[in-house]
Each structure stands twice: as structure tokens, then as C-alpha cells.
């Protein structure tokens, strides 16, 4: 399936698909989810424990981020509507920042291994901003990743026996130490989006609650 079609949101049957990814995204990372329960904290990234492979092929993990500030987000290559926009959006926040951009981690992290390899990643992250990285690897290890980050994430099988993925749509910020620093939510504007992300360069968030 050619990628830039899933970009450009066309192709038959994406307008179900897309709502059945924001009935998702209403029950595991909206208003629907855990209601009444705040979500729980990301572990520091050197308390994280994964292994993962970079679409340039590369090892990577949660200590290959520390020393810059970092953001990351789960989605998936297939996604119609929610991963796009949202690498869209990240995209525009970078150019905002300028040359800031180049001591910053951006990290996209797929939820779908079984069709995201390598390839697929570094094709997708191509439609977008020079500075995202594409992370995949085996479901157990991604698996540990959304733990780490405290993320979500579900299969959701469609008409046809295929599937669809429900996951997180939030932006996950973290200083150059690896402590969390704050969360960019789905759709947020830039006007907000932006100083979170040059708050993540500030010095020790550590002591931010």
C-alpha cells in the first residue's frame, strides 16, 4: 500500500477507519480512559529497559537519549489519521524551534512491529521532518517501551480479518537528563506545544512536579 495515500487520508474505507481509531483513542488515551484515574508518570529514561533497532538499522534504547532532550511518540505506519496529523504537527513544531532541532531526540516509536520493519519505518518517517527517527523492533521489546513510558496500546481487529491499532496519542517530553518534563496532548496548538518542548531544554526538571 503506497504511504503517501495513508498520508493524504485517501482510499476507500479510511473515513471508518478513522473513527474507529478516535472511538480508540476516546477509551485508551481520551476522556474514556481509566476516567477518574490520572495517568501514571513516565519512569526516568535510565530506569527504562528495551532494545530496539532505528530505520537506519541501528541498536538503539532508552540511554541512547540521554544527554539531549527528547520527545517521542507511539503510533503506527498504517494509521489513517491520528499518526500523520500528529507527526504533521511535530513536524511544524520543529521548524518553529529552528536550529534548536538539532539537539533534540524525536522519536517515533511504532506499535505495530508485525508490520512496521525497518524498511516500512524509514520510508515513513521520509514524509516528514528530517530530525524524526523511526523505531521498531520485537513486540516484546516495544511492549517494555510503552511500559516505560506508561503508553497504551491495543489491536483492534477490522472487516476482512485485519487489524487496526489503538494506542496513546500524546507527546511524551523529557530533559536532557531523562526525567520527564511534560506531555503534549493530540491536536494541542503550536502556541502551547512549542514552549513545553523549549521547557525540555531548561535546567533540571527534576524538580518539576
Known amino acids: 500500500m503506497d504511504r503517501r495515500v495513508i498520508i493524504g487520508y485517501g482510499g476507500l474505507g479510511l473515513g471508518a477507519l478513522a473513527l474507529t481509531l478516535g472511538v480508540g483513542w ?18 526516568p529514561l535510565p ?18 537519549l540521554v544527554g539531549r532532550p527528547t520527545m517521542v511518540f507511539f ?8 499518526c500523520p496529523t500528529t507527526l504533521s504537527d511535530i513536524s511544524g513544531w520543529l521548524d518553529e524551534l529552528g536550529n534548536m532541532t538539532e539537539e533534540l531526540n524525536v522519536i517515533f516509536i511504532t506499535v505495530d512491529p508485525e508490520r512496521d520493519t525497518v524498511q516500512t519505518m524509514a520510508e515513513y518517517v521520509g514524509y516528514f521532518h528530517p530530525a524524526i527517527r523511526g523505531w521498531t523492533g520485537p513486540e516484546t521489546q516495544i511492549a517494555r517501551a510503552v511500559e516505560g513510558f506508561r ?3 491495543q489491536r483492534v481487529m477490522t472487516e476482512g480479518a485485519d487489524y487496526t491499532m489503538n494506542h496513546t496519542a500524546s507527546v511524551f517530553l523529557f530533559d ?7 506531555a503534549i ?14 521547557r525540555a531544554f531548561g535546567q533540571d526538571t527534576r524538580k518539576i512536579q
Open 26 to 43: 476516546w477509551r485508551v488515551d481520551g476522556p474514556g480512559a481509566s476516567a477518574g484515574h490520572a495517568p501514571a508518570r513516565p519512569l
Open 47 to 64: 530506569e527504562m529497559n528495551f532494545r530496539l533497532t532505528d530505520h537506519e538499522g541501528k541498536t538503539v534504547g532508552p540511554n541512547s
Open 75 to 82: 503510533g503506527f505506519t498504517y494509521c489513517p489519521d491520528i
Open 151 to 153: 503508553a497504551r496500546y
Open 176 to 182: 536532557a537528563t531523562g526525567y520527564f518534563v511534560s
Open 185 to 198: 496532548d493530540y491536536h494541542e496548538p503550536k502556541e502551547f506545544a512549542v514552549p513545553k518542548i523549549r
